[in-house]
């Protein structure tokens, strides 16, 4: 039992040496310019393609530059922002509408 929990003492630290490294790692790359450089290559390329911006998979919506889907999960996250201390059962209501609504809508266009 002993050597177990010493075993996982080990362990944990050596998890959070590499998490330490990475968030490191991350913070250069951000400081050094190249993250914000590539994103914005990226945004270029697949807006000029005609593709969602942020999956990169899913053409985009006309004149838009995100996919239904991604429309979607940004409208659930605002929605998500607004609920608190609000009508939050009216708005799940709707939510949950909207995105029945628009799932039933591209599975048509699909096949
Ligand atoms: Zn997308």
Redesign the pocket.
């Known amino acids: 039992m002993r050597k177990n929990s010493i075993n996982a003492q080990l362990w944990q630290s050596k998890l959070e040496e590499a998490r330490r490294k990475n968030r490191e790692k991350q913070r250069k790359y951000r400081e050094s310019g190249h993250a914000a450089q590539a994103f914005k290559e990226r945004y270029a390329l697949l807006k000029s393609k005609g ?8 053409d ?1 919506d006309k004149g838009r530059v ?6 979607l ?1 940004d409208r659930d996250r605002r929605i998500g922002v607004k609920i608190e201390g609000q009508d939050t059962e009216g708005w799940a209501r709707k939510r949950e509408k909207a995105r029945q609504q628009m799932l039933k809508f591209h599975a048509r266009r699909k096949v």
């Open positions: 593709l969602c911006v942020r999956c990169g998979k899913e985009a995100l996919c239904w889907r991604c429309r999960n």
